[in-house]
């Protein structure tokens, strides 16, 4: 399996653009998270999905910023309009879940965010 | 609501033990994990403790006390490549919550 995937890699936008970042999660796993990382606040939950249903989105931190999850083998992050203070790394995770009795997050590689 | 508390930095020499804290407070409770994410890369599943006791994986161990809502990772016979930020967090069902990290250095 290839992992998770997530695109682009890097974004450099400038404020007020629309960014879109895409995860596709490992086959077979049914639950997709969003995380954003920086120095700041380090891995903070913005929203997970559950058989492609939002189940909790309360880490969302504003209404500029949106999730979808159409089916099983992909989901975007969109920032609408996009902020210098958005700017961090965003990681998709997914899991199929109680694997071992473990909850086993499996992260991509993430997508840095730059807005000016 | 969830929160971890982790030290910041830790730095040890190569091949010396290192144990890295983690103390929590939650609601629905599942189990205690553990990640290593180096520089500029994701983070990955090191350990999971769902019951109280010590957990070996190789050179690292994980511990966890439900009753102290506390949990430790076990670093032995350090090596460079350990320099990384290690991540305690919490899984309440599905829902994952992760401390701030604690930034590992490993001296020669």
């Known amino acids: ?116 | 609501g969830q929160s971890l508390e982790q030290p910041s930095e830790v730095t040890a020499v190569e091949g010396a033990i290192v144990q890295i804290n983690c103390t929590y407070q939650t609601s629905g409770f599942y189990g205690l994990s553990w990640y290593q994410q180096h520089d500029g890369g994701a983070p990955t599943f090191l350990s999971y403790n769902a019951l109280d006791g010590l957990e070996e994986t190789g050179r690292f161990s994980s511990f966890l006390s439900r009753s102290d809502s506390y949990g430790y990772l076990l670093l032995q016979e350090l090596q460079m490549k350990d320099s990384a930020s290690y991540f305690c967090a919490v899984s309440g069902g599905f829902k994952t919550i992760f401390g701030a990290g604690t930034r590992l250095f490993v001296k020669a």
């Not at chain 1, 998770?4 to 596709?24: A, D």
């Open chain 1, 1 to 116: 399996d290839a992992g998770v995937i997530q695109s682009p890699r890097h974004e450099v936008t400038e404020m007020g653009q629309e960014v879109t970042l895409r995860c596709k999660p490992i086959s077979g796993h049914n639950s997709l998270f969003w995380y954003r990382q920086t120095m700041m606040r380090g891995l903070e939950l913005l929203i997970y999905f559950n058989n492609n249903v939002p189940i909790d989105d309360s880490g969302m931190p504003e209404d500029r910023f949106s999730a979808k999850m159409p089916n099983a083998s992909f989901s975007t992050l969109k920032i609408q309009p996009s902020e210098p203070r958005d700017s961090a790394v965003y990681f998709c995770a997914s899991t199929g879940g109680i694997q071992s009795g473990a909850n086993v997050l499996t992260f991509g590689a993430g997508s840095r965010l730059t807005v000016l």
